[in-house]
């Protein structure tokens, strides 16, 4: 790589940060770190009609929790600054004006309801044409139909306008993607796109290549969505004499529905109940309350791990990565072109194995808060006990407390399937067996082997059945069915909490 590697994740503060947003910038910061680069973070907020309040607060916040590093940007602050676009207003209108001046570029003062009716009036016509190019621009209002006096008398009162791209005409255009190859397309195809408004904003086009050229960006790597702009972005890095620093482009596929089919939305997430964001997010304006990766109980490692292989693949059948590992396989040429499904299941699954692989005491710092929530204090060693217990058994960290709240509160009711199934005519009198087995049990050797040696050697001398015993003992320790090793419950909850909760159980049944 002959340039030193400097990329960007540039999004609009317009709305949350969706997962596929989260997968552009996790792929740019791999490949900046892979080859010693730098990664930048750029708010593209010059659409001001479509700002949404807390939205770059949310994703500065998102990439943080995510891991995602950044080297230079709105806080980090670096020697390309300002990194917010809606502070880089004077800069753009510069090369507007450049691209004016060389012919690449024109005045057009056409009303909206003027764009509408030359639309209404092509249509009609049935011609093919629909867009505003040189096909159409010679019936308007603009540098080629008004003199250049009018135009400056226009600009001079104030009179509204817009700089649009001159297009070249009938012109084959070859352009290269990484991951998808060379594009190919004829220049009459395209329109000449508004690059500045007279409100001295520019549009998309004109803020990104000036910023990315300014800024000495390697590689831009982004969504598909942008694909078609790209013939426009080579053409204006052409216009403007910089062919040769132009940045090599990356497109990633869309992410997908869970069913394949179209773009992955928020409302897939509603309705099939999984989170489509990284944090939640409480909309400003109606209180509405957007579902998280985070607070819905991923773990941050797992939903990296994730995101990383939705449409990369790193030529194995693994599929466990640390951050470190992804960092040094990542390569650009290994994403595939068509889009990735999204699947709810497969990503409970990564967290699920990242939870199975963590240590106790890891699992105890996260499991902590939650028991704090419900008003119980323990000691770290007993919290890591818990961990070791139900850590197979869990899939989100908020499973936690429906797999564990035995272990700190006796149960207030009993599953009734479990119930029916289990509690029979002589369970009374087997659990008062059971009972009067442990009261002798003294505190010092209340141990999961002294006690399961008991109540076992009692079932086997009687000739029982380990389950009619062993099943409503369980319901009556924690109130439902299945769980953790029942002799390392009874151990742990201990000897007078043991007795207590049989004795419940007995009555209440």
């Known amino acids: 790589m002959n340039r ?40 593209e907020d010059t659409d001001q009609t479509r700002y949404v309040e807390g939205a770059e607060d949310y994703i500065m916040k998102s990439l943080e929790w995510c891991g995602i590093n950044i080297d230079e940007g709105v806080k980090e602050g670096g020697k390309y600054a300002p990194y917010r676009q809606s502070e880089r207003k004077n800069i753009y209108k510069k090369y507007a004006l450049e691209l004016v001046e060389s012919g690449n570029a024109y005045y057009a003062f ?5 764009l509408d009716e030359m639309r209404e009036r092509l249509e009609k016509s049935g011609s093919s044409v629909r867009q ?13 139909t008004l003199s250049g006096e009018e135009v400056q008398k226009r600009i001079a009162n104030k009179e509204s306008y817009v700089i649009r791209f001159n297009i070249p005409v009938n012109e084959e255009l070859i352009v290269h993607d990484i991951i998808r190859g060379d594009v190919k397309i004829n220049t009459s195809e395209l329109d000449d796109k508004v690059l ?17 050229r300014l800024m ?9 969505e942008w694909l078609p702009s790209l013939p426009l972005h080579v053409l204006l890095y052409r216009s403007l004499g910089w062919e040769n620093l132009m940045p090599e482009f990356a497109h990633l596929s869309l992410i997908l529905k869970p069913n394949g089919k179209g773009k992955l939305s928020k409302r897939d997430g509603d309705s099939l109940g999984f989170p489509v964001f990284p944090l939640q997010w409480e909309d400003p304006k109606t ?4 579902k998280g990766f985070k607070e819905e109980g991923y773990l941050r490692d797992a939903f990296i791990n994730m995101i990383a292989l939705l449409g990369w693949n790193p030529g194995t059948d693994q599929e466990i990565f640390s951050v470190d590992e992804l960092i040094q396989l990542f390569d650009l040429k290994r994403i595939g072109k068509a889009g990735a499904k999204f699947s709810p299941e497969k990503a409970k699954w990564y967290n699920q194995q990242y939870i199975k692989t963590m240590s106790n005491s890891e699992l105890a710092e996260i499991f902590k808060p939650i028991i704090a929530e419900k008003n119980h204090s323990c000691t770290n060693e007993f919290i890591e006990k818990v961990a070791e217990s139900v850590k197979e058994r869990i899939v989100l960290i908020n499973d ?22 289990n509690w029979k005519e002589d369970t009374v009198e087997n659990l008062n067996k059971i009972k009067e087995i442990i009261e002798n049990i003294s505190e010092s050797d209340f141990s999961t082997e002294n006690t399961e040696n008991l109540v076992k050697k009692y079932i086997e001398e009687n000739q029982l059945n380990f389950g009619k015993i062993l099943n409503p003992l369980r319901l009556v320790l924690t109130g439902t069915g299945g769980g953790p090793h029942l002799f390392d419950i009874v151990s742990m909850i201990g000897k007078e909490e043991t007795l207590k909760r049989i004795s419940k159980g007995i009555s209440e049944i």
């Open 4 to 43: 030193k590697v400097r990329v960007r994740f540039a999004p609009s503060p317009t709305g949350l940060l969706h997962v596929g947003g989260v997968r552009t910038a996790l792929f740019n910061y791999l490949f900046a770190k892979k080859h010693g680069g730098t990664f930048i973070l750029r708010i």
């Open 110 to 114: 056409d009303t909206t309801e003027e």
């Open 132 to 144: 505003y190019n040189a096909v159409t621009r010679g019936e308007m209002k603009n540098s080629y």
């Open 196 to 212: 500045f408004k007279s409100d001295g904003l520019p549009t998309y086009h004109l803020a990104n290549i000036v910023d990315d």
């Open 216 to 224: 000495e960006i390697s590689h831009v790597i982004r969504g598909e």
């Open 287 to 290: 209180g509405e309350i957007t």
């Open 400 to 421: 936690f407390w429906a797999h564990a709240s035995f272990f700190f509160e006796t149960p207030k009711e009993y599953n009734p399937a479990v119930v029916k199934k």
